[in-house]
């Protein structure tokens, strides 16, 4: 099997040319495919279905924290899977097929029972997609490119995110909200073109999952969560991050609903398109910079920006709910959400260097956020209902502060 890249001690040869141009398509078109139907979930049952077939901002909150549980608890699988799986771009595309026969599947079911049913589906495939580009990228660049490699990663799914929101928005305007639907399909057939075109014998498996060799050839790894228990920084590292999902995931959401109650179904659409185009826009960047400077820079000082911007954002949604005004505060995201996608796998790779269980840690700590984030939609949508979109963001940014004091005081810097 060909080799991405040296680890030490190890005597293969690195592949000198990975495939730039395909990752780069690959995470550009999986952008939109991998997070299923994302805030238009929440337009589409609040709005298009809403209140007189029992749909408010509670009950779909409630849907996105079941599915999000579903998520989190495929997290850890789907990474080990990923650290045995051989066919690595195989997986991608079951996975793609799965999130979309979930995704499109939502106009002809009804029922809470059905929604929640489908969208764990969709949740549950999703899980895959993380872990599986962070090994693809690993077994093909090597650790020693493996942090500019990913900041490109993160540039080109930002990107994506970007023109199909921006698609979205525009065809939202004649066609309503049913547009999202046909533009996951097309974008998942695109995705399924280009992972087919990855060469699985490019892909060194060992190197993928952080190994000098291969189980097979008599190397002890770890189960992931006993990774997590005796790795303490791994530890803080998985507590912030929950706290910066709790904080983050039910932003968007909470926002897309006020546009849905204050501006209509079509429009609100658009301008959810338009938070969404605003915040890639940044991510995009600022995803680069962050893969270019970690060496100089470390891991440490961006994520407290990251926690930092994600605090600012929660507590200006509260000064207007003029339309424009939240699509500018959007924009934030892209500092911190982008920050922290184009680190996440940065660290997870240090702080598991030569384990051979990077990918399955990949799960364990995103199912530790990804409660976060499934806790963060019934948080919001409670407080929503009970005291207003404004006690909903002071209470998500206060969380963010907290995130903050507990990665400047406990987490050591990983990159070195």
């Not at 023109?163 to 996951?184: E, I, K, Q």
């Not at 970690?294 to 949604?317: D, N, S």
């Not at 005291?387 to 050591?412: E, Q």
Request: hydrophobic share 50%.
């Amino acid at each position: 099997m060909a080799s991405a890249a040296a680890m030490p001690g190890d005597t293969r040869t690195p592949r000198s040319h990975p495939p730039t141009r395909t990752l780069d398509a690959l995470n550009f078109f999986l952008a939109d495919v991998r997070d299923g139907l994302g805030p238009y979930l929440a337009i589409y049952l609040l709005v298009v279905r809403g209140p007189s077939r029992g749909w408010n901002e509670a009950t779909v909150g409630l849907v996105l924290t079941i599915a999000g549980i579903v998520g989190l608890l495929a997290q850890t699988p789907a990474g080990g899977l990923i650290d045995r799986a051989r066919n690595k771009p195989h997986i991608v595309i079951g996975a793609a097929l799965l999130v979309t026969v979930g995704s499109l599947s939502l106009p002809l079911v009804s029922g809470f029972t059905m929604v929640t049913v489908t969208q764990s589906i969709a949740a549950a495939a999703g899980a895959i997609f993380a872990p599986a580009i962070s090994a693809i990228t690993l077994g093909l660049v090597g650790p020693k490119l493996f942090a500019t490699r990913v900041g490109r990663n993160e540039a080109f799914n930002h990107a994506g995110n970007a023109v199909s929101a921006a698609l979205a928005g525009v065809l939202a305007w004649s066609l309503g909200p049913v547009v999202v639907f046909w533009l996951m399909g097309a974008l998942t057939v695109a995705s399924i073109v280009v992972a087919s075109r990855l060469r699985n014998d490019d892909i060194d498996n060992a190197v993928a999952r952080g190994l000098d060799c291969e189980p097979d050839d008599g190397c002890e790894a770890p189960s992931g969560w006993r990774t997590l228990v005796e790795n303490r920084p791994l530890m803080i590292f998985a507590i912030a991050a929950f706290t910066f999902h709790l904080s983050n995931a039910a932003m968007l959401t909470s926002v897309s609903q006020l546009l849905g109650r204050t501006v209509g179904t079509d429009k609100a659409t658009s301008l959810t398109a338009a938070c969404i185009v605003a915040a890639q826009l940044v991510m995009v960047p600022v995803a680069m910079l962050v893969g270019r400077n970690t060496e100089r820079w470390g891991t440490k000082p961006m994520l407290l920006v990251a926690f930092g911007f994600l605090a600012a954002r929660g507590a200006l949604y509260t000064v207007s709910n003029d339309p424009w005004w939240l699509v500018g505060v959007q924009a934030l995201d892209g500092v911190g959400a982008g920050i922290f996608g184009a680190l996440f796998p940065v660290i997870v790779a240090d702080l598991t260097k030569g384990s051979g269980r990077f990918n399955v840690s990949q799960g364990v700590v995103s199912s530790v956020f990804g409660l976060g984030a499934a806790l963060s939609a019934t948080l919001a949508g409670a407080i929503i209902v009970r005291a207003g979109y404004g006690a909903s963001f002071l209470t998500l940014s206060a969380i963010a502060v907290a995130g903050f004091v507990l990665y400047l005081t406990a987490m050591p810097e990983t990159h070195r």
